[in-house]
């Protein structure tokens, strides 16, 4: 299984983009997700965390503006951002835990990133 993450592109300043994080085989479900974004020169930041129990924590720099979203039948992850900042630039990965079958445990699968850059 791999994860393919897309979506990215060049935006203004204010505009909005929607990546899309999908499973390349047939899963059983999608257990927690992670979006993380690394700007050049910085380290990779967490950019929301979504647990298996519906638990949502977004990073106070994308709090209002961000949305994750799942659709379990696609058994894809989406990351909706608004109000898109020069700030929000870099490379986004998904992070997932997925279960291949009903009843094995959940494994840890990263996507490829996706590159997002906000001109001012």
């Known amino acids: 299984v791999q994860l393919q993450a897309s979506g990215g592109g060049l935006v203004q300043a204010g505009g909005s983009l929607r990546l899309s994080c999908a499973a390349s085989r047939r899963i059983s479900s999608i257990c927690g997700v992670n979006w993380y974004r690394q700007a050049p020169g910085k380290e990779r930041e967490l950019v929301v965390d979504?647990?298996?129990?519906?638990?949502?924590n977004y990073a106070d720099s994308v709090k209002g503006r961000f949305t994750i979203s799942r659709d379990n039948t696609k058994k894809t992850v989406y990351l909706q951002m608004t109000s898109l900042k020069p700030e929000d630039t870099g490379v986004y990965y998904c992070?997932?835990?997925?279960?291949?079958?009903?009843?094995?445990?959940?494994?840890?699968?990263w996507g490829q990133g996706t590159q997002v850059t906000v001109s001012s």
């Open positions: 992070r997932a835990e997925l279960k291949r079958h009903p009843f094995s445990v959940c494994d840890e699968y």
């Open positions: 979504s647990t298996s129990n519906g638990r949502t």
